[in-house]
Every structure is written in structure tokens, then in C-alpha cells.
């Protein structure tokens, strides 16, 4: 099975590829092949017992999508992104590398012919915007209030028709927020979804061996997660690793995330990601503790 | 005030382009320059004491969005599409017409800098897709089950971020679905939600007039209309025109047409456009006695 993913050198992208050479499978198939672009050449992992490609590639380019693809990959994790902040402050750039690129992704498979992948697109719940109720169910309004969260609505939207269409497999799955600042821009009564890391990953890895009659038409699926305040995070951490490392937190106030955020969804019912057997965390002292098992080799400095 | 219309040649476009000759104003200021747009050109309509400029223009062609506002015009109604059945049949065609040619009106627009026209937008409830509640409200998933209400979908959104952007005035408004096909392609039974081409007229014209402070973050609106089945519009037809006029109909079942309307919406609660005042019909049988009224000059041959 030949496995590509877009963005690899992010995030969630370098923890993706770590879990995969790990594992050396997905869906109970073996890896054959793993190529991993991103917008510079991302690292070469260890460990692997497959062949490996990487390489640097501007998705939103003329022809680069259809490039990605020459070689007709099984499965393929579609996580090249701007962040949030980014496409705010550069609506050109936002749009390039948020829509352009997957849009040009989707036309290159389709340009293929007689070619199916499966493709797992990294959404968000930035795709949905205030006024919201107490929690969010499944079926509610996809009205952004920032551009990143409006181009991952359309890119959901475009994955779908494709899917529909059967010019490919698509599941869109929306990750919660899974920040690592120290710099806490915004006040503590903030209140937000998340899951961690790990649970991002595994969220991918479940999404690639979804079977497509299991989803049904709605192919964008918000992940699970649980909801608190910037607040009740401080307090986790300065449970588990103490008030030394919760001190370590600078407050510098942004008013440009400040207003990002306030447009954030809060809470959800994630009904559909529980019945499709999607799993998170229930507490942010898990995601602290999976953050130092994963992170820092289960030691820190108090 | 200089107002140009997109798709001008269209079935709601020539009755929009009536009503604002007719009206010679639009939300209380004089109309002194009128332009309409369409892939063909469209015809001068009598009656105007204005300046009238039509062109023939596809806006998905690259610089034509440029041409088409070089002017700022003051009010922009959006209309030019390719309708449901033609975006199904020819995948390319309808992300041209629907989508890329809206993209381009947008960045246009977004290019001139210091320009913040009004721009209406015809949009569709074919935004939704199945499956849905008894009735489906305002904060209802846009998840469309058609390219069509796909593409449509895409232009709100992207309509809405260049609002919020404050590079326009946008408002989409989700038209019902306005027929006058005398072949039925459909069951009986099937139930869909409507308004006359008068009434889509009145809400564009509406549209137009709406402070940007009354319509809020969400600013595409589904439309009023009332809920019917394609017996009981029969009905009303057997019942105003008489038993011979409704013979006129020819049931020719189609395959394609069935499966599209198979996934669109039947019912809602339209409140926001209530509140909005926007004003529709509330039965079949005063969108029939308005077609009379508008296209027989009040009389038809029995």
C-alpha cells in the first residue's frame, strides 16, 4: 500500500508519520511506500522498513497537485494548511493554501480517471461560527466566522461532491484545537473543544480504514473531544506537573486571536464520531499526561 | 445609482430587469444606469429612462469579473448560474459557471480596493441535502447532495468571509424553487417548497434594500415559500385553470431528475427571513393567479 500525506512536516503531520513507520500498516494493510511533501522538504524519519520519498511541494501551483499523485497512492492524508491566524492576516495566502490546493488536489484525482483513493482531509471545527447553542450537534450550520474556517467549509464541501461524484473515497474529519503555546494570548475564561495529539493521529489512522458505507453521505464528521476553559487547563497542569511549570505560562494578550477565538465553537454533541467509533480524551489532565508520555519521554523538569 | 445584473438573461433576471425599469429606483434612490450581463446578450427591455448597457460575458473566463465591474457599479444582483441538472450532468461546466465564475466577481471586486459594492446573491435551497428534520431551520448543515447546492454552498460561504472582510455588502438568499416546466419529470408525491418567480423578484429587490446591521454574521438567508406536493400544485391548477389546462401536463418520468429532487429539501421554518421581511406567497393557488397576472396579461385560453 502506497500511503502519501500532504503537510507531513507539521504537527500532526510528523506524528502521523511516526505512528505509521511504527506500525507499518494501516487498515491491516502493510506500508509498501510512504511519500511525505510538504512546503519545504520534510525530514526523513527512522526506523522505517518501507521505501520512503520526500519532497517539497507547493500544492497550490500550477500542475503540483497532479504531480503529488503521478504515482497513484492508496490512501492519502491531506493535512497541507495555514493555520488560523495566518489566513486571517493573509486572505491571498489563506485562500491559496486552504482551498487552491485541495481544490487542485481533488481535480488532479479526478483528472486521473479509473482512480479511487481514499482521502482523509484534516478539517476543523473552525468551520463552524457563533451564535452557537449550549453544544453543537452534528447537523448544525456551517457559518464560519474566520477565513480559515470558511476555506476548510468548502473544502468539506468540494471533498463530499467529489466523493459523491466517486472520483474518490472521502472522509473529513474535524479535529479539535491541540495547541502547545507557552504564550497564552487570550483571557483564561476562554472556553474551547479539545482532544490531544495522539488522539489526532489516531483519529487519521481510524478515518483511512473507514469503510464508506459506514458514513453515508455526510463524509465530514466533527472528531470527539471534550470541552474547557483556558482556566481549567492551568489548573490541570499545575495538578500534574506542578506550579513551577504552570508559572512557565507568559500572558500576553492578542486581540486579533482574541477575536478569532471569541467566534470559536465551545461545546459539541459528537454523536456521529462516537457511533463511528472515533475515540478522544475526557479530560485535559490525559492530554497532559499523553503530552509528557509522547513529548518528553514521561519525565519533566518541576 | 448604477446597478448591474449578472445572468440578466435569465428567467428571473428578465423579470428582475422589468421591475426595476418599472420602479426606476431601488431602495428609494434612482436608478440611472442599468447594466446587465449574461453568456449571451441579453435583450434591452422597453420602458426605461435610463441609461442601459448590456453585454455578453462569461464571467469564468479570466479578467471577464474585472470587465464586468470595471464601472463600481453600486448594486450588484448575482444571478448567473447553470442550473441544477446541467451542474449534474457536466461536472466541469457547473464548478465554472457556479463556482469559479463567483470566485472571480469576488476577487474582482476584492481588487479595486476602496469599493464596497452591494451584492446580491441567488443562491438555492438546494444547499440542503437529505436526510432532514420534519422542517429545516435556519442553523440547519449545509450539506448538499447535488453539485449544484454544492457550488452554491461554496459561494455563500465565500460570500459571507469577503463580507465579514468588508470588501462588499453580500447577502445570499436562498430562492425556493420557482418551476414552469409544463413536462413533469417527477411523481406526484414528491413535496418541495416554492414561491413564485414574483415573490423571488420582490426578495432580491428586498435584498437589496437591507442594512448590513440587520442581517448580521450570518448573512445567507433561506427564503420563505410554503411546502407542497406536486399533486396538490395539480390541484390547484385543475381548480383555478380548469380540468383541460392541467391535461396540458406531460408525465415523462426522469431517472436524473428524480434522483436530484430526491435529496432536496421539502419543508422549513424560514423564520430569519420572516423577521427580515421578506414576503412570499402562502398557497399554490397565488403563485398560479400570479403567473396568470404576470405572463397572460390576466387571461388564458381555457
Same mark, same amino acid.
Given at each position: ?14 506524528? @502521523? ?21 510538504? *512546503? ?28 503529488? *499523485? ?34 487542485? @488536489? ?68 474535524? @479535529? ?56 481549567? $487547563? ?25 477575536? *478569532?477565538?471569541?467566534?470559536?465553537? $465551545? ?10 467509533? =472515533?475515540?478522544?480524551?475526557?479530560? =485535559?489532565?490525559? *492530554? ?7 513529548? @518528553? ?6
Amino acid at each position: 500500500m502506497h500511503v502519501l500525506c500532504t503537510g507531513a512536516g507539521g504537527m500532526i503531520g510528523r506524528k @502521523l508519520t511516526a505512528q505509521l513507520i511504527k506500525e507499518g500498516a494501516l487498515g491491516g494493510r502493510p506500508i509498501s511506500r510512504l511519500t511525505l511533501l510538504d *512546503i519545504e522538504v520534510p525530514d526523513v524519519p527512522a526506523g522505517a522498513r518501507h521505501r520512503i520519498a520526500t519532497a517539497a511541494l507547493d500544492l497550490s501551483m500550477l500542475g503540483a497537485a497532479a504531480r503529488a *499523485i503521478a504515482d497513484t497512492p492508496d490512501v492519502i492524508f491531506h493535512l497541507a494548511a495555514v493555520v488560523s491566524g495566518e489566513a486571517e492576516a493573509d486572505f491571498e495566502k489563506g485562500y491559496a493554501a486552504n482551498c487552491a490546493a485541495t481544490r487542485g @488536489l481533488l481535480e488532479a484525482i479526478r483528472q486521473v480517471g479509473d482512480y479511487r483513493p481514499k482521502l482523509v482531509f484534516a478539517s476543523s471545527i473552525a468551520v463552524y461560527g457563533a451564535p452557537f447553542p449550549e453544544a453543537i450537534p452534528d447537523d448544525f450550520i456551517r457559518a464560519p466566522l474566520t477565513s480559515y474556517g470558511t476555506q476548510k467549509a468548502i473544502c468539506e464541501l468540494m471533498l463530499a461532491d467529489c466523493s459523491r461524484r466517486g472520483f474518490l473515497d472521502g472522509v473529513g474529519i474535524r @479535529l479539535p484545537t491541540a495547541g502547545e503555546e507557552a504564550v497564552l494570548p487570550v483571557a483564561e475564561s476562554v472556553r474551547h473543544w479539545f482532544a490531544s495529539p495522539r488522539a489526532a493521529v489516531a483519529f487519521l489512522v481510524h478515518a483511512a480504514g473507514l469503510e464508506r458505507d459506514r458514513l453515508g453521505p455526510h463524509i465530514n464528521v466533527t472528531m470527539p473531544g471534550f470541552s474547557c476553559t483556558v482556566g481549567e $487547563q492551568i489548573a490541570a497542569l499545575t495538578r500534574i506537573a506542578g506550579p513551577k511549570v504552570a508559572a512557565r505560562i507568559r500572558r500576553e494578550p492578542d486581540a486579533l486571536v482574541e477575536r *478569532i477565538v471569541s467566534g470559536w465553537p $465551545q461545546n459539541f454533541h459528537a454523536h456521529r464520531a462516537a457511533e463511528l467509533g =472515533f475515540v478522544a480524551e475526557k479530560s =485535559f489532565d490525559e *492530554i497532559i499526561r499523553a503530552h509528557i508520555e509522547d513529548e @518528553l519521554g514521561g519525565t519533566f523538569v518541576n
